[in-house]
């Protein structure tokens, strides 16, 4: 029942877009997008990461795309657009809202490595 009142424990979600994995490669591939995989250490080292993606794990994640804290990652830049995928999905939303409430003004989830595998993109180990 709503009788108007703000919902004072209620906050905004950032907006997280979703991005196909194919545009997501090929915009990674001329330098358009920033690709992060917020995956562990072990999951990169037993299944590779997507090429050129940055390596960021989930943990850590907001302290290295925070500007003002002295371990902000230097390839990052919250003016240009910022993909991120994990292993299913999961990982990764929580990644893009976690970037769009530090003012990176286009976030998108791109779900899993599997998904920018399956769109033609490359792995690296």
């Known amino acids: 029942m709503n009788f108007g009142f703000a919902n004072p424990f209620r906050t905004a979600q950032p907006a997280v877009r979703s991005m196909a994995p ?9 330098g358009q997008l920033t690709v992060i995989d917020v995956r562990d250490h072990n999951e990169v080292a037993s299944t ?3 090429r050129g993606a940055l390596h960021i794990p989930l943990f ?5 795309a925070d500007p003002r804290h002295p ?10 657009p910022v993909a991120v995928y994990c ?3 999961a990982r990764s939303q929580m990644a893009a809202q976690t970037l769009a409430s ?4 286009e976030v998108y989830n791109i779900g899993g490595l599997f998904h ?7 792995i690296e180990y």
């Open 22 to 30: 194919q545009e997501a490669v090929q915009k990674a591939a001329s």
């Open 102 to 105: 530090l003012g990176f003004s």
């Open 87 to 89: 292993a299913s999905g």
């Open 116 to 122: 920018w595998q399956a769109a033609g993109g490359a």
């Open 48 to 50: 590779g990461k997507a």
């Open 71 to 80: 371990e902000f990652h230097p390839e990052l830049n919250p003016e240009k």
């Open 60 to 64: 850590i994640l907001a302290q290295k």
